[in-house]
């Protein structure tokens, strides 16, 4: 039976052809995906590559594609937030995946590698300033997950005992939990990294515990969210993309890997006297481990 054409409303397309919100074309990105908050990331992931073919940069989506060492990667950044995240994986996805010019979805599936390099914040004492976590998991305290069907990954029994726990505000979402994608998530086994469970938050500020002039609804959320045990995990991070990433690359058939810069420990107080070193060793890490992978 002959598919019918995804309706313009749903399937947005600028004029040149290209995505909506990335300005992109199928033929320019790589099927292994780095992702960075911050436009100005892209180019200190890639001023390390030996040649650049294609840039771009709307809105806070900035994209360049390159080769490293011989193996072809794209690196794009979201902006901050699962919503973000939403608009790139879907876009990003619909690149590979739907016929842009028929507006259909293709027979073949084509899988796509996403590795997030991004900074974030510790709430266990014992993790070190300027040491970098592998997110093994993710606990999303947005909504995203929750707009879309077939969830049946998440890990409901985690996010129940967490909301008993907190005594989880029902005025907020409900807490979901996903896991990182195996093969990508065996990459960073080493001894470099950490491995951790990160919570992804809907802001910087309130979201975090962090209190300036506004009074917080749940003043010890953050003792609470390091004090969680189950099955003798703990939650050792916070941050603001990993819970959508792993969640929607799951939905979409995709592997989806979050390395984090710790430059903030919350309990301690501490903040990196060298957080630009660290977020540059980071990447070069990452590169070195990734250019060796056959996918």
Do not use: C
């Not at 040491?131 to 995203?144: N, P, Q």
């Not at 065996?186 to 515990?209: C, D, H, M, R, W």
């Not at 916070?238 to 939905?251: D, F, I, P, Q």
Request: net charge negative; no cysteine; proline share 4%.
């Amino acid at each position: 039976m002959k598919q019918k054409p995804l309706p313009p409303s749903e399937l947005i397309l600028n004029e040149d052809g290209s995505i909506y919100h990335l300005q992109l074309k199928p033929e320019n990105i790589a099927t292994t995906i780095i992702t960075v908050g911050d436009p100005d990331r892209v180019t200190d992931v890639t001023k390390h590559f030996d040649s650049i073919e294609f840039t771009v940069h709307k809105r806070e989506f900035k994209t360049q594609t390159g080769s490293y060492k011989g193996k072809r990667f794209t690196v794009v950044s979201t902006g901050i937030g699962t919503d973000n995240i939403d608009i790139v994986f879907n876009e990003l996805d619909a690149l590979v995946n739907i016929d842009l010019k028929t507006q259909t979805i293709k027979e073949k599936f084509t899988q796509l590698n996403f590795i997030r390099i991004g900074t974030s914040g510790a709430i266990q004492p014992d993790i070190p300033i300027d040491s970098y976590l592998v997110s093994e998991k993710a606990i999303g305290f947005d909504s995203l997950l929750h707009f879309y069907a077939n969830t049946a990954f998440l890990d409901t029994n985690f996010s129940e005992e967490l909301v008993k726990h907190t005594h989880w505000s029902p005025q907020k979402s409900v807490p979901y939990v996903v896991s990182g994608d195996a093969l990508l998530l065996n990459i960073f086994k080493s001894e470099e990294f950490l491995k951790g469970i990160t919570a992804t938050n809907v802001g910087f500020y309130g979201p975090q515990g962090r209190k300036l002039r506004l009074a917080l609804q749940d003043e010890g959320l953050n003792e609470k969210l390091e004090s969680f045990r189950y099955k003798n995990e703990m939650i050792t991070n916070l941050e603001m993309e990993t819970s959508g990433m792993y969640g929607m690359a799951k939905l979409l058939g995709h592997r989806a890997v979050s390395l984090n810069a710790i430059l903030a420990n919350r309990t301690t107080g501490e903040f990196s006297k060298k957080p630009k070193e660290s977020i540059h060793q980071l990447i070069l890490t990452t590169l070195d481990l990734l250019v060796h992978e056959e996918f």
